[in-house]
C-alpha cells in the first residue's frame, strides 16, 4: 500500500489519505498540499507586495524558485546590504513595505542594513533561510545565531518553526513594522519549512485590511485648545517636521497649519518636501550645521516637534540648543518617545496628519499675524546664501559649492536627488532645495556611508519616469559602487555625480583639527568613471568647471547608468566643523 501512495503522489502531486480497498476498488481521499515556499510568496501577495531584493543563496532557493513563476518583480543585487538599502528606500518613497530577502551569510551582510533602516524608519520585512530545523545546534551548513543576530537592529525577529504558522508571522510581522514608529523586521525560515507540505486547506491568508489597525488617531479638545494658546502666545514658536511626518501622502494638513498660524517651519529626515522649502514659512532643511536659519532655535520660546525625536538632532532638546525657558509641545505616534530627554508642556501620541488637521482647524477660530521672528529667519537664509555664492568663486581644483551650483542649473523639479555622506554631499544638502514629498533623500541618523546608490536605484524603480540624481564621494562609492551593475542589469539609468578629493575628508579634517595629524585617512585618485564604464555604464572624468555643464547633459541623455566623475578641493563642510566643534567642546551639541 506505501509503494502504492508514492506513486500516485509523483503521478497526481497530490496528498493521498484515507486510503481504503472494497470488492477490489481502491479509494482515495484527496488533499492538495502546498509548500512553505508557495505560502511565502501567496502572503506576500496578499500583503500586495510587488517587489523583491534579494541577492540569491542556498537556503532561499526554494522561495526564490517560487517567486520566479509569479508576478514579483525581482531586482538582485551585488551585496546583501545594498538589497537592504534598496528596500529600506522602496519603504519610504512608496509608504509600502520594503521586501529583502537572502541566505545565511547574506544575512550577515544585511545587518548594516538592518541598523540603518531601524534609524531611517523604513517599514521593511527582511527574511532569510538556514539550514535544515533539524540540523541546528550540531553545526550546521552556515550556522548563526540569526535571530540573536538581527534582534538589535530590528523591531522584531523571529523563526519559523511551521509551515502553517507563516501567514501569520509574516502578517504579525508586517503589522509590527507599520505600527508606531516604522522599522524593520526579520523572519528567519529553515531551507526544509520552506520546502515542507501541508494541506492547502489549513492555510489562512491574512488580509491587511481586517488584520491592521486604522492609522488615526486624535487629540481630546481641551489639549487642543491648550496647544493653540501656547502657540498664540509664543513670540519666537518654530515647528520642526521629523520622519513620522512623512506617513502621509502630502503636506496638506501641514501646509494648512502653517499658513493659518504663520508660524515657522523646518522640515528634517524623510518628512524633506513634505512643506516646500519654496514656501514662505518654510526655511528648510533643520540642520544645525548645514542651516543657519535652524540655528536660531536657540532663540525660540516654543518648538513644536511633529514627529521628530529628542535626540541628537534636536541638542536632546537640552539647552543650549533649546532654551531652557522654551516650551515644547511634541506630537508623535510612539508615546515612549515624548518627553525622552526633557519633559515636554504637552505631549500628544497620534497621527500626525490628523493632529495637524485638528490644530489647523482649531487655529482657525482666531486672528494670526506675521511676527518680526519671520524676518529673522529669513536674514539667516540670506546670509547663508551669500556664503555659498562666494565659495562658488574657488574653481581651481573646483570648490564642492561650485559644482552643486552648475548642478543645479541642469535639474528641474521633478528631479529626484539622493545624497551621500561626506562633505561634497553636505554642501549639496546645503544648497538644493526640497520642494515636493520623497523627492530629496539623505543619510538617516546612522550616518551610514555607501546608501546613495542603492537608494537612488529603488528610486528610480518607484519613479521610472522621473531622472534621479545621486550624489556621493569617492570614500562612499566604495561600499556599493558595483551597484552600477546592478543599474546596467535591471537598466535604471540613474545619474551620480561623484566630488572626488582622494581622502575620508571629514575624518582627515577633524584629526588634523583636534588630533595634529592625519592617520588611514588617505584614499588614491582612481578613475571610478572607469570601473562604471567597465561594468556597462557611462562614466567621464571632470577637472574643470566649463567641462561640467556638457558632462551632465551627456549622462542624462545617455539612457543609462552613469557617473561624472569631479576633481574637488579638500574642502571642511559646515557639518564637518560642527564635528570638529563637538569634538574640541565635549558638549552633546547637534551636528
Not at 253 to 266: F, N, Q, R, Y
Amino acid at each position: 500500500m506505501a509503494l502504492c501512495t508514492n506513486v500516485l503522489v509523483q503521478l497526481f502531486g497530490v496528498k493521498i489519505t484515507n486510503l481504503t480497498l472494497s470488492r477490489g476498488t481502491l479509494h482515495m481521499a484527496q488533499s492538495k498540499t502546498i509548500t512553505g515556499s508557495e505560502i511565502i510568496s501567496r502572503s506576500l501577495m496578499a500583503e500586495g507586495v510587488e517587489n523583491i531584493f534579494t541577492l540569491a543563496g542556498d537556503h532561499v532557493l526554494p522561495t526564490l524558485d517560487d517567486m520566479g513563476d509569479r508576478n514579483f518583480k525581482i531586482w538582485d543585487t551585488r551585496h546583501e546590504q545594498a538589497a537592504v538599502h534598496m528596500a529600506d528606500a522602496w519603504g519610504r518613497i512608496t509608504n509600502k513595505l520594503g521586501v529583502a530577502i537572502y541566505t545565511t551569510p547574506g544575512l550577515a551582510n544585511a545587518i548594516p542594513g538592518l541598523a540603518n533602516a531601524m534609524h531611517s524608519e523604513a517599514p521593511l520585512l527582511s527574511i532569510s533561510g538556514c539550514a535544515e530545523l533539524s540540523e541546528l545546534g550540531r553545526g550546521a551548513m552556515q550556522e548563526i545565531d540569526q535571530i540573536g543576530m538581527t534582534s538589535p537592529v530590528t523591531k522584531g525577529s523571529w523563526m519559523v518553526t511551521n509551515p502553517l504558522r507563516i501567514p501569520d508571522m509574516i502578517s504579525h510581522a508586517i503589522r509590527l513594522a507599520f505600527s508606531g514608529r516604522r522599522g524593520p523586521v526579520h523572519l528567519t525560515i529553515p531551507v526544509d519549512i520552506q520546502e515542507m507540505s501541508v494541506p492547502s486547506e489549513q492555510i489562512t491568508y491574512h488580509d491587511p485590511l481586517k488584520n491592521r489597525p486604522v492609522d488615526s488617531s486624535q487629540a481630546n479638545k481641551e489639549t487642543i485648545e491648550k496647544a493653540i494658546s501656547l502657540m498664540r502666545s509664543a513670540s519666537k514658536p518654530l515647528i520642526i517636521v521629523g520622519n513620522a511626518g512623512s506617513y502621509a501622502e502630502t503636506g496638506s494638513a501641514l501646509v494648512e497649519l502653517i499658513e493659518t498660524t504663520k508660524i515657522p517651519v523646518m522640515t528634517e529626515g524623510n518628512a524633506r518636501g513634505l512643506i516646500p522649502d519654496s514656501h514662505e514659512y518654510c526655511f528648510g532643511f533643520f540642520d544645525i550645521g548645514l542651516n543657519k536659519s535652524a540655528r536660531k532655535i536657540q532663540q525660540a520660546d516654543l518648538v513644536i516637534l511633529l514627529g521628530r525625536k529628542q535626540d541628537l538632532i534636536v541638542g536632546y532638546a537640552m539647552p543650549p540648543t533649546i532654551s531652557e525657558t522654551a516650551k515644547i509641545i511634541q506630537i508623535d505616534p510612539e508615546g515612549s518617545l515624548i518627553a525622552r530627554n526633557r519633559a515636554v508642556d504637552i505631549g500628544i501620541t497620534g497621527n500626525i496628519e490628523d493632529i495637524s488637521l485638528q490644530l489647523a482647524k482649531e487655529s482657525k477660530k482666531y486672528d494670526w499675524v506675521e511676527t518680526e521672528w519671520l524676518n529673522e529667519l529669513n536674514a539667516e537664509r540670506k546670509i547663508q546664501s551669500s556664503e555659498l555664492d562666494d565659495l562658488t568663486k574657488i574653481q581651481s581644483p573646483m570648490h564642492a559649492a561650485l559644482v552643486h551650483q552648475i548642478v543645479g542649473r541642469n535639474l528641474s523639479e521633478k528631479d529626484i536627488l539622493v545624497f551621500d555622506g561626506g562633505d561634497f554631499c553636505h554642501f549639496g544638502r546645503a544648497y538644493y532645495e526640497a520642494n515636493s514629498p520623497r523627492s530629496w533623500h539623505y543619510l538617516g541618523s546612522s550616518g551610514m556611508l555607501g546608501q546613495a546608490i542603492p537608494t537612488a536605484l529603488a528610486a528610480k524603480i518607484a519613479n521610472p519616469d522621473s531622472r534621479v540624481i545621486a550624489f556621493t564621494g569617492d570614500g562612499a562609492f566604495g561600499f556599493n559602487g558595483l551597484e552600477f551593475d546592478t543599474a546596467v542589469r535591471h537598466h535604471l539609468p540613474i545619474v551620480c555625480i561623484m566630488g572626488h578629493d582622494s581622502a575620508w575628508g571629514i575624518d582627515r579634517h577633524i584629526q588634523k583639527e583636534v588630533f595634529g595629524k592625519t592617520v588611514a585617512t588617505d584614499l588614491l585618485p582612481s578613475k571610478y568613471d572607469q570601473v562604471v564604464k567597465a561594468l556597462g555604464g557611462h562614466g567621464e572624468s571632470v577637472q574643470h568647471p566649463d567641462e561640467l555643464p556638457n558632462a551632465i547633459e551627456r549622462a542624462f541623455s545617455m539612457n543609462k547608468p552613469s557617473l561624472i566623475n569631479v576633481q574637488i578641493a579638500n574642502a571642511i563642510s559646515p557639518r564637518a566643523q560642527a564635528a570638529i566643534n563637538k569634538w574640541k567642546s565635549h558638549v552633546p551639541l547637534p551636528m
